[in-house]
């Protein structure tokens, strides 16, 4: 089906550990973004990619990696995970960017927690 | 900075009721201004977007948005909710990172819950 894919959607790690989201599109778009969701903080953006080996930091980057080698994956990758990343994460996708910005697709996202 | 504030953190209505969600946004620039719905255990979906024009939006299932650029306000409306409005709601407005892309920025969201 044609959409976002994330996975998994349900996560429990232990602090340290490194965990990988995954996040798969299938509409070609061009602009793929990670979002983790929060009480109080709504949806805050962590990093972006306009295109395949093009990625660049949101509002919170710490902690996190993210890689784009295919237009359709956008992996993100928490490499030694922290209590305070405990969240749900959201990737989302979108045609365009710049100043017309069009409405970004999400995916169903992934409920981490991390012990 | 850019910021959007949704000062209903929760509402409870009766269907039929009239629904009016507030948000209001802080940008000097040109605005993009979105409402998005997270209906339970659902991804974001876009309810209705405002780029230039109409300031009074119409969106999916019912919904309208009226821009007050007075005001910084984008408020959502509908006028008799039903049972199914129960849901998320976020509000977001464009807002141009240093990079030079435009990304989104969310309100916290306002939480409606729709008594049958």
């Known amino acids: 089906d044609a959409g976002i894919t994330q996975s998994p959607r349900y996560k429990i790690t232990e602090t340290g550990r490194q965990v990988t989201l995954m996040c798969h599109q299938t509409?070609?778009?061009?602009?793929m973004f990670w979002y983790r969701q929060d009480l109080g903080h709504g949806l805050r953006l962590i990093y972006y990619s306009a295109a395949a080996d093009i990625t660049d930091k949101g509002e919170v980057p710490d902690g996190y990696v993210v890689s784009r080698s295919k237009t359709e994956n956008f992996p993100l990758t928490l490499e030694s995970a922290t209590r305070s990343q405990t969240s749900v994460y959201f990737c989302?996708?979108?045609?365009?960017?710049?100043?017309?910005?069009?409405?970004?697709?999400f995916g169903d996202g992934t409920r981490l927690s991390i012990l | 900075a850019q910021s959007v504030s949704q000062h209903n953190h929760h509402v409870i209505l009766s269907e039929a009721a009239s629904l009016e969600l507030g948000c209001n946004y802080s940008?000097?620039?040109?605005?993009?201004l979105f409402w998005y719905v997270q209906y339970p255990g659902q991804h974001l979906q876009l309810l209705l977007k405002y780029f230039s024009g109409d300031p009074l939006v119409k969106g999916i299932k019912g919904f309208e948005a009226e821009f007050i650029k007075s005001k910084f306000s984008f408020n959502l409306r509908k006028p008799s909710v039903q049972w199914s409005d129960t849901a998320e709601y976020f509000c977001?407005?464009?807002?141009?990172?240093?990079?030079?892309?435009?990304?989104?920025?969310f309100g916290t969201g306002t939480r409606l819950l729709v008594s049958p």
């Open positions: 509409w070609s778009h061009s602009y």
């Open positions: 977001a407005v464009n807002a141009l990172l240093n990079t030079g892309f435009q990304k989104l920025v």
């Open positions: 989302a996708s979108s045609e365009m960017g710049g100043i017309h910005n069009q409405p970004q697709h």
């Open positions: 940008y000097g620039g040109t605005v993009n």
